[in-house]
């Protein structure tokens, strides 16, 4: 039998560099999951070049038949199960000082991401390794950036843009009821907010496209979502103390379309839509209800009536 | 830092006569003082005013 072939470092380093780098890049890509602390930072740069590490390693152990490095692959899953955890605990604490918060199930969306990301790292590092190990150092610079796109690619989420049109929407008031188009938000008791509401007030509508992006636009998770996201870049008008201006987003339950109204230092309605359209959609609220819908009424009329 | 949320906290109205029980009940005599009254609740209870449009304004903490 031939002895194992060397293990190769060279691979080993090129994957791991590629890991990290990728994981730095990513830390980049998204202000809203952007870590606002060096801690933060150093952190996930810390649990990226782990992730990196374990994929970088695996081909070049396999090669030189270290099977024990290989299952130490294993352990990775409940490493990066604890980031989950830790975003998800961080981000909780954080929302009771929240004057918008971001609500449990973005909480969960954005901790899943932290997650994931250390997933594709460890992916990119091992194709990375694979790679520079079989067909040499310079085709290893390449398939980690090929890797890095398609990744960023596949694993980009869908935005509200795309199952909704956004539209500025008249503020007004039915006696103490604010309004924002046609849909009643909130009944507001005194006169002074009142005043500041029409004053300062941005109303805009979310109009879904298809029946799927009425139910998910029904989902309060994605609301508050979009809420929160809005009163971050556009800057809320309020403190505290000021209950009145807590941004609501209701329903018109005949056309399902959503309204809110916010209370903000910028009125730029462009700024608003953009904002908008730009908000992930939730793993929770993504619906695929009408397609369902439709499935159960064609088996239905398959069976035809039942006794 | 415990909260009541969702109940309501106290009352501004102008018809005492119209409300009852066991909540903070305050009476005044115009719309101006009730907005005045009830602002000031409204920031020292960090509570939202809302207007039963008839005379009456609660305090509830959502």
Redo the contacts between chains.
Sequence with gaps: MNPAPAFDVRAFVVGLAAGVIARYLMLRIDYRQYPGYPHGYVSHITHGFLAAGLGAIAWPALISKELSAFTFLALAATQFRDIRRMEREALGLQEQTELVKRGVDYIEGIAKVFEARNYLVMFIAAVSSVVAHQWGLLSGVIAPAAAYLATVHLARGRQIGRIARVKPAKVSFD??LLKVGNIGL????????RKVVLEHGLGAVLQPITPDARRTLADVGQRQAILHDVATVLGLRKD?????F?PLARRDLETGEVGFVVVVEEPDFEVLAEVVRAVPLLESARSRAAHLLQRVRRQGERLGPRP | MPSIENAILAVVTQHPKEVSGGLPVFIVQDDAAA?RV??SL???L??????L?NGT??LV??
């Design positions: 006696g103490p909130m009944n507001i008791g005194l006169e002074a907010d505290v103390d000021t209950v009145a807590t | 907005q009830a602002g409204s920031h020292i960090d509570a939202m005013v809302h207007d449009q304004l609660i903490r959502h």
